[in-house]
Antibody, heavy 118, light 107 residues
Framework: QITLKESGPTLVKPTQTLTLTCTVS??????????VGWIRQPPGKALEWLAL???????IYRPSLDSRLTIAKDTSKNQVVLTVTSVDPMDTGTYFC???????????WGQGTLVTVS | YILTQPPSVSVAPGQTARITCGGD??????VNWYQRKPGQAPVLVVS???DRRSGIPERFSGSKSGNTATLTISRVETGDVADYHC???????????FGGGTKLTVL
């Protein structure tokens, strides 16, 4: 069974760097075709895809946030880390990590973690 | 690339809900649908336009026609109350695009 669980701070001050960790189980981050991504949802707004890292360490980012995002994985720890620099209140929302294969959809999702920038 | 969903859809129990997702040339895209119930993480309900996922009731179905994809929920139940989001993978702009989400209310 594939599971993902997010962890990180619940409150971050503006201009700081947000670091979120996704701990996965049920698969290896180095398995061919596998990817892990991050998606967020600000309160009352749409889902917003942020970043994706593939099994071969290829990374893609949301173009409008590319300069502020970094995604990395530690296969030995079964973890994927997302950093968001220079946060501001618009970065407030629930952040989800998601499992991805080359079929184009995200399934399953982690439970999500609420981050407030204030 | 923009996916347009109605902000809300309301139906009575037992009726059929149709949630639309519009986009230019969506007929060439693969559309996925997610259900997010209050306080829960999103769940993939329909992938690849019309493939209902394992464990999802047969009342849920997906389709596409012209510039619109549609998630149809037959015999709506109070347990179907959720926000529904469409998603495509688009190489022309943002790689992954979500619609604005539709809140399903059961009257």
């Amino acid at each position: 069974q594939i599971t993902l669980k997010e962890s990180g701070p619940t409150l971050v001050k503006p201009t700081q760097t947000l670091t979120l960790t996704c701990t996965v189980s049920g698969f290896s981050l180095s398995s061919s075709g596998v990817g892990v991504g991050w998606i967020r949802q600000p309160p009352g707004k749409a889902l917003e895809w942020l970043a994706l890292i593939y099994y071969n360490d290829h990374k893609i980012y949301r173009p409008s946030l590319d300069s502020r995002l970094t995604i990395a994985k530690d296969t030995s720890k079964n973890q994927v880390v997302l950093t968001v620099t220079s946060v501001d209140p618009m970065d407030t929302g629930t952040y989800f990590c998601v499992y991805y294969t080359n079929f184009g959809w995200f399934d399953p999702w982690g439970q999500g973690t609420l981050v407030t920038v204030s | 690339y923009i996916l347009t969903q109605p902000p809300s859809v309301s139906v009575a129990p037992g009726q059929t809900a149709r949630i639309t997702c519009g986009g230019d040339n969506i007929e060439t895209e693969t559309v996925n649908w997610y259900q997010r119930k209050p306080g829960q993480a999103p769940v993939l309900v329909v992938s690849d336009n019309s493939d209902r996922r394992s464990g999802i009731p047969e009342r849920f179905s997906g389709s596409k026609s012209g510039n619109t994809a549609t998630l149809t929920i037959s015999r709506v139940e109070t347990g179907d109350v959720a926000d529904y989001h469409c998603q495509v993978w688009d190489s022309s702009s943002d790689p992954v695009v979500f619609g604005g989400g539709t809140k399903l209310t059961v009257l």
